[in-house]
Nanobody, 115 residues
Framework: QVRFVESGGGLVQWGGSLRLSCAAS????????LAWYHQAPGTGRTLIAR???????YYIARVNGRFTISRDNAAQTVHLQMNSLKPEDTGIYFC?????????WGQGTQVTVSS
């Protein structure tokens, strides 16, 4: 069973950047569609970016043009480059499968954007 471990979060000022990483273990993710999910305080998880096996990407409107999802199959890792961060980007970020998040959720990584 795959296990995802997220890292790279932190405290950043409005307009700053962060690069999140998600390391997978226990199963080969090279042929899977993967995604990053955002959980704002007091809300559920929302898919914000997705990448297919062939590197086709999808972003929700509010992060499109600011965030970039990428994958490194050799390293079994998925990244999320976040630029021009806004206070509404604050929350916990998780990775999981992108078509159906059926893997156990990791602890996520906390991102706090100060205004």
């Amino acid at each position: 069973q795959v296990r995802f471990v997220e890292s790279g979060g932190g405290l950043v000022q409005w307009g700053g950047s962060l690069r999140l990483s998600c390391a997978a273990s226990g199963s080969d993710i090279s042929t899977d569609t993967l995604a990053w999910y955002h959980q704002a305080p007091g809300t559920g998880r929302t898919l914000i970016a997705r990448i297919s096996e062939s590197d086709n990407t999808y972003y929700i409107a509010r992060v499109n043009g600011r965030f970039t999802i990428s994958r490194d199959n050799a390293a079994q890792t998925v990244h999320l480059q976040m630029n021009s961060l806004k206070p509404e980007d604050t929350g916990i970020y998780f990775c999981n499968y992108g078509l159906s998040p059926s893997a156990p959720w990791g602890q996520g990584t906390q991102v706090t954007v100060s205004s």
